[in-house]
């Protein structure tokens, strides 16, 4: 059987193609997700669980700030 190397050097070309265009996609995809939380983030997060544990369970606010509403 004779190979053509005209016609496989197409189909390279073309398979080659199609991988670099998945490979943009991947980066693509990998560059627009978000990226862990940073220190500060952690940081306010744990002062509000801190600040809610120390909080008193009494002086939570009634619904609605004790606002009456008309129905």
């Known amino acids: 059987m004779d190979l053509n190397t005209y016609a ?3 189909i390279a070309n073309g ?3 199609e991988l670099r265009a998945a490979g943009a996609r991947v ?3 990998e560059a627009a997700r978000i990226g862990p939380r ?3 983030a952690a940081v306010g997060s744990a002062l509000i ?3 809610h544990w120390l909080a008193p369970a009494e002086a939570a606010a009634p619904p ?3 606002v009456r509403v008309a129905r």
Request: net charge positive.
């Open 8 to 10: 496989i050097e197409k």
């Open 49 to 51: 669980r801190l600040g």
């Open 64 to 66: 609605n700030a004790g």
């Open 15 to 17: 398979r080659l193609a």
């Open 38 to 40: 940073g220190v500060g």
């Open 27 to 29: 980066a693509l995809i």
